[in-house]
């Protein structure tokens, strides 16, 4: 029993090791650095090729050759890594709920096996459960509310905050148009403005929150996104600090410039680019 249980946590661990080898190879691929063809792939262009490995793993398991099923399965586990990894540059999902969706799924699926239901029913009537299940997980999949709360788990709030409003809106609940969104923008200010005087550090984080959704709200209506335009804002920032720290080098840096002689030379470079 001792050896037997060493060599389940033996192919445990290099299991873990062989996963993470292949996301550590996806992420290489997908850097600055990485391949051209991975960087310019998209979910829809992967599509494609998620149908196309699983098809080859059907005809190999038609062959019988477990040699070519292993490859096969190897290349739709990398076809899953590409895709999951472009989703995690987008803020939107990770591996980690990929693998943990499936195994809660798995577990809420087999409550003969994990929960308290009946234990060792035929495959029919395992069968039969599946369905209920499926009805039920549909109809909680179909709930507006339901998805939203999916959305907030993404690990950009930037993203979930996307995916709510789109949510809200595919039933109407919306802005009429880009100048009531925008509205918004100056109602959320004001709100957090008067809590600055008064409010508590709970009620300024709620209002700044607030705040930040009413602008992903704009820019989802003008159908922008806001990671990418948040990303262009900081890259934008670093490259002007850049050229001021640049500038104060040769006036002694930073010690004892007031902000208004660093405003100046901050509004020098804007104008400049």
């Known amino acids: 029993m001792r050896s037997e249980t060493m060599n389940q946590s033996s192919e445990l661990s290099e299991e873990l090791k062989q996963f993470s080898r292949l996301m550590e190879i996806v992420r290489t691929l997908r850097s600055p650095n990485g391949c051209s063809w991975d960087l310019k792939q998209t979910p829809e262009t992967m599509k494609g090729f998620l149908l196309d490995e699983a098809q080859e793993v059907a005809e190999a398991v038609d062959k019988q050759d477990p040699l070519q099923i292993c490859e096969e399965l190897g290349d739709v586990v990398m076809v899953v890594g590409l895709q999951t990894r472009i989703a995690e540059e987008k803020g939107t999902f990770t591996m980690a709920d990929v693998l943990r969706?499936?195994?809660?799924?798995?577990?809420?699926?087999h409550p003969h096996v994990f929960?308290?239901?009946e234990r060792g029913i035929s495959p029919e009537k395992v069968l039969d459960m599946w369905g209920k299940l499926k009805i039920e997980e549909k109809r909680q999949r179909n709930r507006i509310s339901?998805?939203?709360?999916?959305?907030?788990r993404f690990a950009s709030a930037l993203s979930a905050a996307l995916q709510i409003q789109a949510e809200a809106g595919s039933v109407g609940f919306d802005f009429p148009d880009n100048a009531s969104a925008i509205a918004k923008i100056s109602e959320e200010t004001r709100e957090l403005q008067a809590d600055i005087a008064s409010g508590t550090s709970d009620a300024l984080l709620e209002e700044a929150g607030d705040l930040l959704f009413s602008v992903v709200n704009v820019a989802r209506m003008?159908?922008?996104?806001?990671?990418?335009?948040?990303r262009k804002a900081?890259?934008?920032?670093?490259?002007?600090?850049?050229?001021l720290e640049d500038r104060l080098d040769?006036?002694?840096g930073f010690a004892d410039k007031t902000i208004q002689e660093m405003d100046e030379i901050w509004n020098e470079v804007k104008r400049e680019e």
């Open 234 to 243: 900081n890259e934008k920032f670093v490259r002007r600090f850049s050229k």
């Open 115 to 117: 929960g308290d239901a």
């Open 101 to 109: 969706g499936i195994s809660d799924k798995l577990i809420s699926r």
């Open 250 to 252: 040769s006036k002694g």
């Open 222 to 230: 003008l159908n922008l996104d806001p990671e990418k335009a948040l």
């Open 146 to 152: 339901s998805r939203m709360q999916e959305s907030g």
